[in-house]
Each structure stands twice: as C-alpha cells, then as structure tokens.
C-alpha cells in the first residue's frame, strides 16, 4: 500500500478552497523527486497516505525484530518514514493557509526497496 499510494498511483489535489480534486496518474519514475523550498508543481499528491503505511509497517516490524543490527536498521527505516511524512503533512498545513509553493519529497521507491530489505532479513534471520 504504502509504494501504491506514494509512488504509483498519485492523486493531485489541493485544499485551500476545500477539496479540489486535479487528476491522477500512474506513474513508475523517477525513484525519487525532491524539491525543498518550491516547484511548479502546486498541488499536494497523495504521497502522505503511502507514507503513513510506510510508518505503519516501520513500527509493526520495529517492535518484532530481534536481532541488533536488523533493529538499527528497522529504527532507520522508522526514522526516514517519519521525517518524509512530516514534510508532506507541513505541505497540506501551508496548503491550507494559502502558502504552498508546491515543496514534495517522493522517496517510495527507496522506502519500499528499504522494507523489503528488512522484512526479508527478519524473515531470513528466524530461519
């Protein structure tokens, strides 16, 4: 869920006048896409609701890991999942107050491939 809704299938919208609702797209690349400040881009993307499954799987699976190295990196994971959404959620705040200028921070890919590195390792550590 959190690759789908982060990095595949993106839903543009804004909500400044309410919800107004843009379109969506289906979209593979880039791997990561990061503009700080701002872009042209001023409409907020559903990338937040990826991320949130993102932070739902890091602290499902950071609780469950046993071994210390797994767990370090399982507590990267959590700690990245956290910072990216926290950057979407201060774009939907600005949105709201009329100052976006259209920042994102789309890392899915990176954080998927980063899970699956972990669950596979705590999978493969209990065998």
Known sequence: MGLIFSQIIVI????????????YW????????YAGKSSPELYLT?????YIAFVIFAV????????PGIFKSALMFSAITIVVTFFEFTSILED????FQG???RIGWLLFFLGLWIFSKKYLSKK
Do not use: C, M, Q, Y
């Open 12 to 23: 543009r919208f804004n909500l400044n006048d309410g919800f107004e609702f843009h379109n």
């Open 46 to 50: 559903s990338t937040i609701l990826g």
């Open 103 to 105: 920042k994102h921070f």
């Open 60 to 67: 499902l699976n950071t609780n469950k890991v046993k071994s």
């Open 26 to 33: 289906i979209k593979i690349l880039p791997i990561a896409d």
């Open 96 to 99: 709201l107050n009329s100052t």
